[in-house]
């Protein structure tokens, strides 16, 4: 089966820095990559997605690409604001059937 | 009101009670999943269910049965807890083209 590895487990960015997050996966057949982010007490939702016929998608200041050859995918979060603190997880299926998460981020922003 | 609901949003329990968590949805999303989440492990899928007929072991199913009474429900059951399953358990959903998971607020469970 799939397996997604996440890096950092924690990041800490002053406010304004750029942040960014790494994930890894095994299965090449692979195809769809979201990532959402987590904040106390709540439920994970989703931030951006990608899937495999892309490299980047962006939206304002959220990025993530993709590199199918490496299988590997990052978040990119630029101007980071204190709000931006969470726990982030990627992840990766194909055709969500079985989505494999990775095992977070913790993104501190300090004002 | 929140799309996605799950009861309770606490449980404490002992070693071999059966418990059960329950997920409704109004969403009107045909797929529901029932994930687990602990500390430094992220999100690990126990089953799915994409319509009221289909259910699917996930990456960890043991110790853990579902049913699904009907597309806005999905329920999980623990048969007999044991400790290391205390964790906190998210209910999703997600339509046909299976892309965005909408999450539950989540249930704490704690089996002592």
């Known amino acids: 089966g799939e397996n997604v590895e996440q890096h950092p487990s924690t990041l800490s960015v002053q406010e304004g820095d750029s942040a960014v997050i790494k994930c890894t996966y095994s299965?090449?057949?692979?195809?769809?990559f979201p990532w959402y982010k987590q904040e106390l007490g709540k439920g994970p939702q989703l931030i951006i997605d990608?899937?495999?016929?892309?490299g980047e998608k962006k939206d304002q200041r959220i990025a993530v690409t993709l590199n199918k050859t490496a299988k590997h995918f990052s978040l990119h979060i630029t101007e980071t604001q204190p709000e931006d603190s969470a726990v982030y997880f990627c992840?990766?299926?194909?055709?969500?059937?079985?989505?494999?998460f990775g095992a977070g981020t913790r993104l501190t922003v300090k004002p | 009101d929140a799309d996605v609901t799950q009861t309770p949003r606490n449980r404490i329990t002992k070693t071999g009670k059966r418990i059960m968590l329950e997920c409704s949805q109004t969403k009107g999303h045909d797929r529901m999943y029932w994930y687990r989440q602990d500390p430094g492990l992220g999100l690990r899928l126990i089953y799915y269910s994409f319509d009221v007929k289909d259910i699917n072991k996930g990456e960890i199913s043991d110790g853990y049965s579902v049913s699904r009474q009907a597309q806005a429900k999905f329920s999980l059951s623990l048969e007999s807890a044991i400790p290391n399953q205390t964790a906190l358990y998210f209910c999703a959903t997600s339509d046909f083209n299976g892309s965005e998971q909408y999450f539950g607020p989540g249930t704490r469970l704690t089996v002592t």
């Open positions: 299965d090449s057949a692979s195809n769809y």
């Open positions: 990608i899937r495999s016929n892309v």
């Open positions: 992840a990766a299926n194909y055709n969500n059937n079985d989505m494999r």
